[in-house]
């Protein structure tokens, strides 16, 4: 498509989102411009809205509308206090927020440790979550991150951290997925879950 040039540019940017190839992101913009119910447009105003209206929680990190900071999550009064749960990105407290099964505050850490992409200590909002226990009085400590090598080396450096500050730290259980079954799950899934089980 080398004679469409702006075709050219918008393939070059849907590519760069998550999950979207090179075929994806040319099926994506040829839709966007054969479509005449205005569906390009009202796509470019939606964009363009986002990236002028939503931003960053100045508290937890999550995302949140830029007339709105701290964020709805860290302002109602409804929610526990003491207790946060720790993820790694904001999609993941929409997960959990989908749940109905957490009514703490939260904080995002802003990814987990990677030496293989330079990511230390320094790169994550380790040093703000600190500044959060003693204000808002926390006293345990969720930690809700994924189950990678680098994850786990982070909730390791994280728990050691908030420990040496005398908050308790829990971790998610983890184990057989809902509606799973045993011959799928390999062996360090069923390590946590006989690890985490739980008396009925």
Same mark, same amino acid.
Request: proline share 4%.
């Given at each position: 498509? !080398? @004679?469409?040039?702006?075709?050219?540019?918008?393939?070059a940017a849907?590519? =760069?989102? #998550?999950?979207?190839?090179?075929?994806?992101?040319e099926?994506?913009? *040829?839709?966007?411009?054969?479509n005449?119910?205005?569906?390009?447009?009202?796509?470019?105003?939606?964009?363009?809205?986002?990236?002028?209206?939503v931003g960053?929680?100045?508290?937890?990190?999550s995302i949140?509308?830029?007339?709105?900071d701290?964020c709805?999550?860290?302002?109602? +009064?409804?929610?526990a206090? +003491?207790?946060?749960?720790?993820?790694?990105s #904001?999609?993941?407290?929409? =997960?959990?927020?989908?749940?109905h099964?957490?009514q +703490?505050?939260? @904080?995002?850490?802003g990814g @987990?440790?990677? #030496?293989a992409l330079?990511?230390?200590?320094a790169?994550?909002?380790?040093?703000?979550l600190?500044?959060?226990?003693q204000?808002?009085?926390?006293?345990?400590?969720? *930690?809700?991150l994924?189950?990678?090598?680098?994850?786990?080396a982070?909730?390791?450096?994280?728990?050691e951290?908030l420990?040496?500050?005398?908050?308790?730290v829990s971790?998610?259980?983890f184990?057989? #997925?809902?509606g799973?079954?045993?011959?799928?799950a390999?062996?360090?899934?069923?390590?946590?879950a006989?690890? +985490?089980r739980q !008396?009925?």
């Amino acid at each position: 498509m !080398k @004679h469409f040039l702006p075709l050219d540019d918008l393939v070059a940017a849907l590519e =760069k989102l #998550p999950g979207i190839g090179k075929r994806s992101a040319e099926r994506m913009a *040829l839709a966007l411009v054969q479509n005449r119910d205005g569906l390009a447009r009202r796509l470019a105003e939606a964009l363009l809205a986002a990236d002028e209206q939503v931003g960053t929680c100045s508290t937890c990190g999550s995302i949140t509308v830029t007339k709105e900071d701290p964020c709805a999550l860290c302002t109602d +009064g409804r929610r526990a206090t +003491g207790l946060l749960c720790v993820v790694e990105s #904001p999609g993941d407290i929409m =997960k959990i927020e989908n749940s109905h099964s957490f009514q +703490g505050r939260y @904080h995002v850490l802003g990814g @987990h440790l990677s #030496p293989a992409l330079g990511k230390g200590v320094a790169d994550l909002r380790v040093n703000e979550l600190l500044s959060r226990i003693q204000p808002e009085e926390i006293q345990e400590v969720i *930690l809700a991150l994924g189950t990678d090598v680098e994850s786990e080396a982070t909730a390791s450096y994280v728990a050691e951290v908030l420990n040496s500050r005398g908050v308790a730290v829990s971790r998610l259980a983890f184990g057989i #997925p809902s509606g799973s079954a045993i011959e799928y799950a390999d062996a360090t899934t069923l390590q946590r879950a006989i690890e +985490g089980r739980q !008396k009925i």
